[in-house]
């Protein structure tokens, strides 16, 4: 089985300037895989500063990484050239949180449609265009001639994104990178853009990486979940699993302030420590900020394996065997059990 | 619930109404809002966008700018009327009787004045003249009352995070006291914890000073954890009020029902339930009810007779055709 992406200890550290050369870590070790011919939707969940727009920016070729390797159908991403990067940028689509700035104002929503047409050489004749743009905005639940020939401001927030996902779609992508698409949606509009992406996955067989804070979303849309904290993951697994029973302290304060619009599912009462600026210093990332945290916290914690598809970086689950950070991708489901 | 009917309230809107002028006609942002508000009570106001809640909140601080008009109604905060007020006068009242937070309040902080001087300012420009060092203790004070180290006072914007930002935003808000706190959506920008800390913080001083708060919003899951009222806003005017008790359990006007069946929770995974159709343009309202095309309990009369908001079960208000037999 070929993987479709490798990330092959992966990490980033941004330096700053010439004088104060004091460095962030964006991220820290991250190996993942997805296969091929398994599509699936993974979550990397975090807050701000976690490190996942960096994850975004390097699956996309933007950034490169530090060290490691990211390996796209066997090959490094950072020496394809030519027609592979051509191939490789048509392959790997990104839908981005503001549905606002990626659209140019002065021109009609066609132009987002029509470039990457162009661009990619998709179609012969003009005709052939407009049928890939009709097809590719039904798939995403617009009526192309309620959109096209509009400007921007003429439409909603959650149309525009479903152009953007309908771009990405005019591709036929195989790997979708959804950075925080939902995130300046209105509520109302979420569901739709949501069903939008799992339609993508299940019917056009496209891989996603859906990247939030918002757990809610995540555990509606995902099958497997990495909580990334300080660019180190602290929990993966399941999403079920890690957000019904969540065993790393900060994936339980991440889920005990999801605001459940139920009543009878209170925000928890512990009081949260506010995070501390500047450097990470070593050992577990979360510790200056855990309400559980012990002495060896100062070093370092692996990952434990929890269950069959669950993990954990924390010395509270020290009992349970520990896993190499590049086998996590074993962990992670990519089809729910209950699926048909 | 017994508290709301004995004491007076602190905020009583009657009748807002705010048109906008544009090229393409005229478009009625707030039509005919009314409604009240008890010193301590947290109401939610909520709706999708362009559905009026800002134009709400600018309205209540009369900040409406052209092509944008307040045509009628009044704002009473105890026995004032802001409308009736001069301009200079409002402004005074701004941020000592009613403070706002705008949207994205945190990019709003003057990035190359200290925090200290901005608070400093807020002060001095509503005419208070205590010494440098009282001033300062005040407003090191708010910064600690919105969970801010007193160091804080020194630092400039950018050395702040998100979070940090919008909670100096929330200690400008209540440096004065003012009796109504107006908070527009005031953790869109922010993850899920930093946006409960935020919260915690703004319900905290608000018990210090008792105010009453406004949070627009669009979050329902944010109004169920954090206020007593909830109002539901669609085209411009309130579609029901109830509390977030009723609002939850029993929700009245099928858009308040279906905005609560479609957010997700931990029951319905992968149920994506959305609310069919857009919401109308204010230019071009459809007659009768403007929710009409987009109801699934809608009947004849909706499409071409307009409810009336009406007072049902108690102190609940909805507005719409379901519940005439009952007022």
Request: with cysteine; glycine share 6%; proline share 5%.
């Amino acid at each position: 089985m070929t993987n479709l992406l490798e990330l092959r200890h992966v990490s980033k550290t941004y330096s700053r300037g010439l004088i104060n050369t004091k460095s962030t870590v964006a991220l820290q070790d991250i190996s993942l895989m997805l296969k091929e011919d398994d599509p699936t939707i993974m979550t990397v969940a975090g807050e701000s500063g976690s490190g996942k727009t960096t994850l975004a920016m390097l699956l996309l070729g933007f950034i490169t990484p530090t060290t490691g390797q990211i390996i796209y159908r066997g090959r490094d991403i950072t020496t394809l050239q030519g027609d592979d990067r051509m191939a490789f940028r048509r392959e790997v689509q990104a839908v981005f949180q503001d549905p606002f700035a990626v659209f140019n104002p002065f021109y009609t929503v066609d132009h987002l449609l029509t470039v990457p047409i162009r661009q990619f050489k998709l179609a012969k004749t003009a005709a052939q265009a407009r049928d890939k743009m009709d097809e590719a905005l039904t798939a995403v639940g617009l009526r192309p001639e309620d959109v096209l020939g509009r400007f921007p401001h003429q439409l909603s927030g959650g149309q525009r994104q479903r152009i953007n996902v309908a771009r990405a779609l005019l591709l036929k992508p195989r790997l979708l990178i959804a950075d925080e698409p939902v995130s300046m949606v209105d509520a109302s509009l979420r569901a739709s853009i949501l069903e939008t992406l799992r339609n993508l996955q299940r019917d056009h067989g496209v891989s996603i990486i859906y990247i939030t804070h918002d757990l809610t979303t995540a555990y509606h849309i995902a099958k497997s979940i990495i909580v990334l904290y300080r660019g180190g993951v602290m929990e993966a697994g399941d999403v079920d699993r890690v957000i019904k029973s969540p065993q790393h302290p900060y994936t339980r304060l991440l889920v005990d302030s999801i605001p459940w619009p139920t009543l009878d599912q209170r925000w928890g009462s512990d009081t949260i420590k506010a995070r501390e600026a500047g450097g990470s210093g070593t050992g577990c990332p979360f510790r200056s900020r855990c309400p559980m945290v012990m002495d060896q916290c100062t070093t370092q914690p692996p990952l434990y394996r929890i269950h069959d598809t669950q993990a954990a970086a924390c010395y509270l689950h020290a009992a349970h065997p520990s896993i190499a950070a590049d086998r996590l991708t074993e962990l992670l489901p990519t089809r729910a059990a209950a699926e048909v | 619930m017994n508290i709301q009917t004995l004491t007076k309230p602190v905020l009583d809107v009657q009748n807002l109404v705010v048109t906008y002028y544009t090229d393409a006609g005229r478009a009625k942002a707030l039509d005919d809002v009314s409604f009240t508000l008890r010193a301590g009570e947290k109401l939610g106001m909520v709706g999708e966008s362009g559905s009026g809640k800002s134009t709400l909140a600018l309205a209540m601080m009369r900040m409406i700018k052209p092509p944008g008009r307040i045509e009628g109604g009044r704002v009473m905060i105890g026995d004032t009327d802001l409308m009736q007020l001069s301009e200079e006068q409002m402004r005074q009242a701004r941020l000592s009787r009613i403070a706002y937070i705008p949207q994205g309040a945190m990019n709003s902080l003057n990035p190359v004045t200290r925090i200290g001087a901005q608070l400093v300012d807020a002060i001095r420009s509503h005419g208070i003249r205590d010494s440098r060092s009282q001033v300062e203790e005040r407003c090191i004070n708010a910064l600690k009352s919105v969970d801010l180290d007193p160091a804080t006072f020194r630092m400039y914007p950018h050395e702040l995070s998100g979070g940090m930002k919008q909670r100096v935003c929330i200690a400008i808000g209540i440096l004065l006291q003012p009796a109504v706190i107006i908070a527009d959506e005031p953790t869109s920008a922010l993850d899920v914890v930093t946006q409960r800390q935020v919260m915690e913080t703004i319900d905290r001083v608000k018990d210090q000073i008792n105010a009453a708060v406004i949070l627009i919003g669009h979050d329902m899951g944010l109004m169920a954890q954090f206020v007593d009222r909830v109002a539901v806003m669609y085209s411009g005017r309130l579609v029901e009020v109830a509390t977030t008790r009723e609002m939850f359990t029993a929700p009245m006007h099928p858009y308040a029902a279906a905005l609560i069946s479609s957010l997700p929770n931990l029951e319905n995974k992968g149920v994506f339930q959305g609310i069919p159709g857009l919401a109308p343009s204010l230019l071009r309202l459809p007659g009768g009810c403007a929710f009409h095309p987009r109801c699934a309990r809608v009947m004849d009369h909706c499409k071409t007779v307009r409810p009336v908001t009406r007072t049902v079960r108690g102190d609940r208000l909805v507005t719409c055709h379901l519940y005439d037999a009952e007022a």
